[in-house]
């Protein structure tokens, strides 16, 4: 069965600071990963995704993620966060249609 | 365009009361999924639509729990007799492709259910 594990539940960094947050999945076959953004209120916001050819991904909002499949990573990274960047952010796997999420990871930014 | 939009944003009901919940989907999307979010937690499936046809039922808690889309637009989720525990966040998404894994699926902006 895939799943995905998310864990640090919270992350406070500073602003101007860099990010990375961890995401490891378990699944069978060639995975089908996301990073998704949820602010306060708000739906989930798509990042980026990863379907298969570079392992390093861009996404919007200054975003990156290094899929690793030796270490069944995929990471989700940004150089200098912003306090608009503070939201929960989820990391997702895809098999064949629906979407399986981690519990997330709550993002603080300190002024 | 418009993006995925959902009603009504709040919805507090008595324990064992009916609430229907409503999706619409992006226009042309073909598909269109249903998620539960606890609070603190991250969404979980819990059905799935091509077009009219439910695809995948697999998710839904209870039979109380009941999904259509006639039309293959709009869809609503209706949840009999609700107890407290099913109070949450109901998200909605919907995805233009129909293949295995590489759609990217657009989400709405929930609908709270507070059941009292």
């Known amino acids: 069965a895939q799943s995905v594990t998310q864990p640090d539940i919270h992350i406070t960094v500073s602003e101007g600071a860099s990010l990375e947050l961890r995401c490891n999945y378990s699944y069978g076959a060639t995975p089908y990963l996301f990073w998704y953004v949820q602010s306060p209120g708000q739906g989930l916001q798509l990042l980026l995704k990863?379907?298969?050819?570079?392992?390093l991904v861009q996404g919007i909002k200054g975003f990156e993620a290094e899929f690793k499949r030796s270490q069944s990573s995929f990471n989700l990274r940004k150089p200098s966060v912003h306090w608009s960047d503070a939201a929960e952010y989820f990391c997702?796997?895809?098999?064949?249609?629906?979407?399986?999420f981690g519990t997330g990871t709550r993002l603080l930014v300190s002024p | 365009g418009a993006g995925v939009s959902q009603s009504p944003r709040y919805k507090v009901a008595k324990r064992g009361q009916d609430v229907a919940l409503r999706c619409d989907p992006i226009?042309?999307?073909?598909?269109l999924f249903w998620y539960q979010q606890a609070l603190g937690q991250g969404p979980e499936f819990l059905t799935y639509f091509q077009n009219e046809a439910q695809l995948d039922k697999s998710g839904l808690p209870s039979d109380r729990f009941f999904a259509e889309r006639p039309e293959g637009s709009v869809s609503t989720l209706k949840i009999q007799r609700t107890q407290q525990e099913d109070s949450a966040v109901y998200l909605c998404?919907?995805?233009?492709?129909?293949?295995?894994?590489?759609?990217?699926?657009?989400f709405g902006p929930g609908t709270r259910l507070t059941v009292l």
């Open positions: 990863y379907f298969s050819g570079d392992t």
């Open positions: 997702a796997v895809s098999g064949f249609q629906k979407l399986v």
């Open positions: 998404a919907s995805s233009l492709e129909v293949g295995p894994g590489t759609h990217t699926q657009y």
């Open positions: 226009s042309g999307h073909v598909s």
